[in-house]
C-alpha cells in the first residue's frame, strides 16, 4: 500500500469524476457543475470561476485521497472493490452533507432553505441529495465517486 | 366583511411573507392560505380552497366590529384595525426575517394585537390542517407550548397575554382582552426536518421590528418617481414576496386553484416559474433599478434551463427541479365549490413557442444592463437561438396554454422572431457566437408567415392563428417587443380590433374563442395594462393615463391585483395575488412615464 499510489489514484481519479460529471452535465442528466459552485465562491465572473473552480476541486481530490489512504491504513486493507466502497460512502457525504448543506452554509454566493427577503443569492442550493439539479444527479453523482474511489484502492495497492 | 359559505371575497385578502412563504390573510384576521416551510409546498392553512376543513388561523373582536386595513408605509408589513364599540385594537401581521445574531425560527409569522383605545374582548382560533388537510394534525401541549405536528412537520404557538387555549375538536380557541395601551403577542414558529425554535418574547418583538425596518430600505432602492407611484411601489412590493429568496426564482402567485370563474373549472396552481415571465420580470426588476433581484432571476432561469437547453421547459419549480406533476385533490370542495382542486401544473409538458422569445429578450435585456456574458453562457444562448430557428414552424400550445390540440399562434410566431433578432443583436455586440446569417434568413421566414397567414384583411388585424381568425389580447405584445413599430398600420389595425371584440371599459378579455376546457372566465388584468403600454408607445397618451387610472382603481384596499376580474361585479378571480398583472402594471406605467417624457422633450 503506497501513500503515492494513493496521490496517483486521487489526481486521476478527480479527473475522471471531473469528466463523468462535465459528461452528464452534457448529456442533460444533470446541473451540477462542481468547478462552477466551487469557484464562485472566490469570484462571480464565471469563466474565471469555472477555473478557479477547476484547480480547487483537483486539490480536494487530492485530499480526499489522502483521507481515503488514512482509511486504507488504519483498516489494513485497501483495493479496487474496497476503494469503491469508499466511494460510495464519499457520494452520500457529498449529497447528504458537504455539497447540501456545508457548501452552502460557506458560500458567499449561494442560497440557503434559510435566505430570506433580505438575501439574493445568485446560485441556487443543491438540495438533499442534490436533487434540485435535476434528479438524477444523485446517480451521476454516486457513479462519479465510485469510480474515483475505485481508482485509488486500486492504484493504492498497484503502486506498492 | 361578509363571507359567502364560508368563504371570503378574493379581494378580501392581503399578503405577507418572508421571501420563502407567503401567508394569505382575509380582512375578518383569519389566515386562510398558509404552505410551509416553502410556497410550493403542502399548506397548513388552505380555508380558501374548502372553508370547513382547509384549516386556518382566525383573530378578531368577539364582538361587531368595523375593519380597515393598510400597509405600513412601503412595506409587506400588514396592519388591520379593528373598531368595536367599547374600543379599537390594531392587528400587525408579519412573517419575520431570520435574525443573524439570534437563532430564528425556521419559518415565523407573528401576530401583535395593540389596544388603541377602550377595551376589545377578542378571540383566536388555531386549526392547522397538514397536506392540504389530507394529513392527520396532533395537538399537544409540551414544553409549556402548544404545538401542531405531523410526521416531521411541526408548528409551536408562543402565546403572551392573548389567553389560556382549550383545545377543541382539532383546534386551540382561546379568548382575551386588550386595552388602550395595552399588547398581545401570537406567534406560530414553524420547522420541517428539524427541532422548533421556541422563542422569547423579546427576540420575536425583535425581530418583527427588525422585519417593519427592513421594507422601507429595501423600496427606498426603487428608482421610480413617475405617475402611480403608491402602486408601482406596492407592486415591486408583491414580487419581492413572490421572489423566493434562496434560489432567486419568482413564483407567479402564491397560490392554487382559486378559480377563473367562480363554481368553474379553470383552477391551476401557480406556485411555479414560468420562464415566458422572464422579460416582464427582468423589464420590470431593471426599470425600477432593482438589479440585485433581476441578476439573480437571471441566473436562476440559466441555471434551472440548463438541463434541457436548447429546449426550454415553460415552466420550472422554484428549486430548479422539473417535475410538476399535476393532481386533483379530491378532499377539498374547492374555492366556493369550484372543482377540481389542482396541484402542480400538466402545461409544464407543453410547447410553447414564444417563451424562447421572452428568454431571448430577457438575456438581450440582462447584457444591455451588465455589458457582457461569460463564454459558456454565450454559447449556450446561441444554441437556443439555433433551436428557434430550426424548429419555429411547429405547432404549439400559445401563450394561453390552450389544452385542446396545438395550432401555429400567430404570438408564438412573431415572438421567434422577436428571439431571432434579439439573438443578432447579441451576436452584433460579440456577446454570443456569431450565427446571424442563419438566424436572419429564418426570422425573415417567420415574418412573412405571421404577414401573410397571421393577418386578417377582413378584420384589419393580426389574428390568434392562421385557422382561428379571431382577436387574442396576446398580440398587443407584438408592440410592446417591437415585433413591429407600435404605430405601424397593421399595428394599429390590430389594437382597434382588440378595443372592438375584447375590451368592454378598462377590462379586456383573452380571446372569446375556444381553448379546449370549457367554462367561463373574467377578463385578464394583464392584458388591461399591456392595453395602456401599448397606448404609450403608440404616442396615445391621453388614451394611455386615463386607462391606466381606471385600473389602478380596480385594486384592492391594499393595492393588490389578482389574475382576471369579473366586469359585472368586480369580483377578483384566479390566483391572487398576480405576479404577470403587477408586471404588467410597472411596466405600463414606466412605459408611461417614458413616453410622457420624450414628449415633453
Known amino acids: 500500500m503506497s501513500v503515492w499510489g494513493a496521490l496517483a489514484g486521487g489526481a486521476v481519479g478527480t479527473v475522471i469524476l471531473t469528466s463523468t460529471l462535465r459528461i452528464a452535465q452534457a448529456a442533460g442528466w444533470t446541473r451540477m457543475d462542481i468547478p462552477l459552485l466551487l469557484g464562485t465562491m ?52 457529498a449529497g447528504g452533507a458537504l455539497v447540501n448543506a456545508i457548501l452552502p452554509a460557506v ?9 430570506d427577503a433580505e438575501e439574493t443569492p445568485i446560485l441556487e442550493p443543491p438540495g438533499f441529495l442534490l436533487a434540485n439539479y435535476g434528479r438524477r444527479t444523485a446517480v451521476v453523482n454516486i457513479v462519479a465517486h465510485v469510480a474515483y474511489g475505485a481508482i485509488i484502492g486500486g492504484f493504492a495497492i498497484g503502486l506498492s | 366583511m361578509q363571507r359567502t359559505d364560508g368563504y371570503a371575497a378574493i379581494r378580501d385578502y392581503a399578503l405577507v411573507g ?30 380558501m380552497l374548502d372553508s370547513e376543513r382547509g384549516g386556518s388561523f ?44 439570534r437563532l430564528s425560527p425556521f419559518r415565523e409569522l407573528v401576530r401583535k394585537v395593540e389596544g388603541l383605545s377602550g377595551r376589545v374582548p377578542l378571540r383566536w382560533s388555531f386549526e392547522p390542517r397538514f397536506g392540504y388537510g389530507e394529513r392527520e394534525t396532533t ?64 427576540d420575536t418583538e425583535r425581530r418583527l421590528e427588525r422585519t417593519a425596518r427592513f421594507w422601507p430600505e429595501w423600496t427606498g432602492r426603487i428608482e421610480y418617481d413617475g405617475p402611480w407611484r403608491d402602486a408601482v411601489v406596492r407592486s415591486a412590493l408583491v414580487l419581492k414576496l413572490l421572489v423566493f429568496a434562496p434560489s432567486g426564482a419568482i413564483v407567479a402567485a402564491p397560490t392554487a386553484s382559486l378559480p377563473e370563474w367562480i363554481g368553474g373549472g379553470r383552477n391551476w396552481d401557480y406556485r411555479f416559474t414560468w420562464l415566458r415571465d422572464a ?35 415553460i415552466l420550472y419549480k422554484v428549486d430548479g427541479s422539473t417535475h410538476t406533476k399535476e393532481h386533483d385533490l379530491e378532499n377539498l370542495a374547492g374555492y366556493r365549490g369550484s372543482k377540481p382542486v389542482r396541484v402542480g401544473n400538466g402545461a409544464a ?17 440582462y447584457v444591455q444592463d ?61 456577446v454570443i457566437p456569431d450565427r446571424s446569417e442563419r438566424w436572419r434568413e429564418s426570422a425573415d421566414e417567420i415574418r412573412r408567415f405571421v404577414d401573410a397567414k397571421g393577418w386578417d384583411d377582413e378584420l384589419g388585424s393580426y389574428v390568434r392563428a392562421p385557422d382561428m381568425p379571431e382577436l387574442d389580447a396576446s398580440l398587443l405584445t407584438l408592440a410592446i417587443l417591437s415585433y413591429d413599430q407600435p404605430e405601424s398600420d397593421r399595428l394599429r389595425g390590430t389594437v382597434a380590433a382588440i378595443e372592438r371584440e375584447l375590451r368592454t371599459g378598462p377590462y379586456v378579455y383573452r380571446y372569446r374563442g375556444e381553448d379546449g376546457v370549457g367554462g367561463d372566465e373574467g377578463a385578464f388584468l394583464t392584458c388591461s395594462f399591456w392595453l395602456a403600454d401599448t397606448f404609450a408607445r403608440q404616442g396615445r397618451l391621453d388614451e394611455a393615463r386615463s386607462l391606466m387610472d381606471e385600473l389602478v382603481g380596480l385594486a384592492n384596499d391594499v393595492g393588490l391585483f389578482s389574475e382576471e376580474i369579473d366586469p359585472a361585479s368586480g369580483d377578483f378571480l384566479g390566483n391572487f395575488p398576480q405576479g404577470l398583472t403587477h408586471l404588467a402594471l410597472v411596466n405600463a406605467a414606466i412605459s408611461i412615464a417614458d413616453a410622457e417624457r420624450e414628449q415633453a422633450a
Open chain 2, 349 to 365: 409538458d407543453q410547447v410553447q413557442l414564444d417563451v424562447y422569445g421572452t428568454v431571448l429578450e430577457s438575456i438581450w435585456l
Open chain 2, 279 to 313: 422579460s416582464w420580470t427582468l423589464d420590470a426588476l431593471i426599470r425600477l433599478g432593482l438589479d440585485d433581484e433581476a441578476h439573480a432571476f437571471f441566473w436562476w432561469f440559466m441555471h434551472a434551463s440548463r438541463i434541457t437547453q436548447p429546449r426550454l421547459q
Open chain 2, 18 to 47: 418572508d421571501g420563502r412563504t407567503a401567508a394569505l390573510i382575509a380582512r375578518d384576521g383569519s389566515i386562510d392560505w398558509l404552505c410551509l416551510p416553502d410556497v410550493d409546498c403542502e399548506a397548513v392553512f388552505s380555508r
Open chain 2, 370 to 430: 451588465v455589458g457582457h456574458l461569460d463564454g459558456e453562457t454565450g454559447r449556450d444562448v446561441a444554441k437556443i437561438a439555433d433551436y428557434v430557428a430550426e424548429h419555429w414552424k411547429q405547432p404549439d400550445s400559445g401563450i394561453w396554454e390552450v389544452r385542446k390540440k396545438t395550432t401555429h399562434f400567430t404570438q408564438s410566431k412573431a415572438l421567434c422572431w422577436v428571439g431571432l433578432e434579439r439573438a443578432c443583436s447579441l451576436a452584433e455586440r460579440g
Open chain 2, 58 to 101: 382566525q383573530l378578531e373582536p368577539t364582538v361587531p366590529y368595523e375593519v380597515e386595513r393598510c400597509y405600513q408605509r412601503d412595506s409587506n408589513v400588514l396592519e388591520t384595525t379593528f373598531a368595536t364599540a367599547d374600543g379599537t385594537v390594531r392587528l400587525t401581521d408579519a412573517m419575520t426575517l431570520t435574525d443573524d445574531g
Open chain 2, 139 to 202: 395537538l399537544q401541549r409540551r414544553a409549556g407550548r402548544w404545538f401542531a405536528t405531523n410526521g416531521t412537520d411541526a408548528l409551536a404557538l408562543g402565546l403572551w397575554n392573548a389567553g389560556e387555549p382549550e383545545p377543541l375538536n382539532g383546534l386551540l380557541q382561546a379568548e382575551f382582552e386588550v386595552s388602550e395601551g395595552g399588547a398581545a403577542l401570537v406567534e406560530l414558529s414553524a420547522a420541517s426536518e428539524q427541532p422548533v425554535v421556541l422563542a422569547a418574547r423579546g
Open chain 1, 107 to 115: 458560500h458567499p454566493r449561494m442560497g440557503t432553505p434559510w435566505s
Open chain 1, 42 to 93: 472566490f469570484t462571480d465572473n464565471r469563466s474565471r470561476a469555472s477555473a478557479i473552480g477547476y484547480v480547487v476541486h483537483f486539490l480536494n481530490g487530492l485530499v480526499f485521497a489522502l483521507v481515503y489512504y488514512a482509511i486504507f491504513r488504519a483498516v489494513g486493507h485497501a483495493g479496487w472493490g474496497f476503494g469503491a466502497g469508499l466511494g460510495l460512502v464519499h457520494a452520500m457525504f
